[in-house]
């Protein structure tokens, strides 16, 4: 069941108003019951396996805290961990591992040609599994207590708005927030009716509209334009973007209507100037999630190491954050990239203070957009590797970009004026978002010009928007 849709649309009427009606413990029941249809309707048979991953970090989560003893406590977390990582590994990693072991055994004369397991992917595996993991660390750490309600922790994994493509909510940030009852608030309502809106146009006019200009060409064989290579590149930064960050606002406008406050997942991400900076506005409940889990412990492993050990622990972490989004050697290699510029940065941070910016506040004004289109190219370049369909073609685009650039080829003005025609509602919106500094800024328009967005807006999701309800991008990961 998809947000994009008419038959999600009458699904959450219906749970919305059976929420307004039922107590607090019953709102919590039918959450749980909601959210089991809503992910059964994908396929029935992976409830089992979400339910697994529930059952086994409510109960290793319960013997954690119980234990006095920290071996024991190391003993509950490993099976927990195993337990999650097994699953997620057998159902995402299993054939690719295969696939790769036989090409190497191949490449050394040992001719294997065996059969690959029929495995198709859960659904949102990779989201709920870091929601898990993290309760039970959580708990190991003694940053939170575990709840006794099994039903209860199940709607914290299961909740629906949240279930496929996150945000990653933290357990000790959303239990709480379903334990305690919850009040309506209109103002919350209206901010979650808002987000609801922004993420549909977001996903159905900018994202899907741009999908027919990127998947074609990635669908195309080589040679390529460098051009088109690069306005595709365009293309996909602002398609993946709004399809993910669509969907990170719809859910965080489903959850305000009802009450819940959620972390937000995007913050003007391509007003980054260096990728530590991107890193804190992309996918932000991804990015904390490593930092807290895995980057932090790796640097505490590796402190003797100094720089070498934070440059240990980022390329680390990047690539398995490339390998989570996919099992595919391109993922590994923007994991890896992404790891790289990040420990490049690291390196030249220290001379960056003695360039001094413009006094002039139209020269400071050119040299911020500067940084901002530079840092815009480097991000686009990593989203080619992760968009493309092998290593090779990969390789064959940036031939293209480097010996292919032929600005005046026919095809590439279409392109050009396409992305112009579908980005600029946003980037309108987000240039007052960040003058603003406030993601709600719309909210705070005069009543006539609002009252003009939401016309515009409306005019061309319904005379240009995609009506096909396509699939979120990130339901793949």
Request: net charge positive; glycine share 6%.
């Amino acid at each position: 069941m998809l947000f994009n849709t008419l038959q999600f649309a009458l699904f959450f009427l219906i749970v919305f108003l059976l929420y307004l009606l039922l107590p607090h413990k019953w709102q919590n029941r039918m959450l749980l019951v909601a959210s089991c249809i809503f992910y059964g309707i994908w396929d029935w048979r992976f409830l089992t396996l979400i339910f697994a991953s529930i059952t086994t970090d409510y109960l290793c989560s319960l013997k954690i805290h119980e234990a006095n003893d920290e071996r024991i406590k190391k003993r509950y977390l490993i099976v927990s961990i195993a337990v999650n990582l097994s699953i997620l590994g057998f159902f995402k990693y299993c054939n690719f591992f295969l696939d790769n072991l036989q090409q190497l055994l191949n490449h050394f004369g040992i001719m294997i040609h065996g059969p690959f397991l029929r495995i198709a992917l859960p659904i949102g595996i990779s989201f709920y599994t870091l929601k898990t993991m993290s309760y039970t660390l959580d708990v190991y750490r003694n940053e939170m207590k575990p709840t006794k309600s099994f039903w209860d922790y199940a709607l914290y994994v299961a909740f629906f708005p949240q279930l496929i493509a996150g945000p990653i909510a933290r357990a000790k940030d959303l239990l709480p927030q379903i334990l305690a009852p919850r009040k309506f608030n209109l103002e919350s309502f209206y901010e979650g009716c808002y987000l609801i809106f922004w993420g549909v146009f977001q996903k159905v006019f900018i994202a899907d509209n741009l999908a027919r200009i990127v998947n074609p060409f990635f669908a195309s064989q080589p040679p390529y334009n460098g051009s088109t290579v690069l306005l595709v590149s365009y293309a996909f930064a602002f398609q993946i973007y709004c399809d993910f960050a669509g969907y990170s606002n719809i859910a965080i406008g489903l959850g305000k209507c009802m009450g819940f406050e959620t972390m937000a997942n995007f913050n003007l991400p391509y007003f980054s100037t260096n990728p530590a900076d991107f890193w804190r506005r992309w996918h932000i409940s991804l990015s904390t999630w490593l930092r807290d889990y895995l980057y932090t412990p790796l640097v505490v492993s590796k402190r003797y190491w100094k720089k070498w050990g934070v440059a240990f622990a980022l390329m680390v972490t990047f690539i398995l954050c490339g390998l989570w989004h996919g099992a595919a050697w391109t993922f590994v290699v923007w994991g890896a990239y992404q790891g790289a510029i990040l420990v490049i940065f690291m390196g030249i941070q220290p001379l960056l203070p003695k360039i001094s910016p413009p006094k002039n506040m139209l020269l400071e004004t050119i040299w911020f957009l500067g940084k901002v289109l530079f840092f815009f190219h480097i991000i686009c370049f990593g989203l080619l590797i992760f968009r493309a369909q092998s290593m090779i073609q990969v390789f064959s685009m940036i031939q293209g970009l480097v010996s292919n650039v032929k600005f005046n080829q026919a095809g590439t003005s279409g392109i050009f004026s396409g992305i112009i025609s579908f980005v600029w509602i946003l980037i309108l919106v987000e240039l007052l978002q960040f003058k603003t500094k406030d993601s709600m800024a719309v909210l705070k328009l005069h009543p006539a010009i609002r009252a003009i967005f939401y016309c515009v807006c409306l005019f061309l999701l319904l005379v240009y928007g995609a009506t096909e309800g396509s699939v979120f991008i990130y339901f793949q990961f």
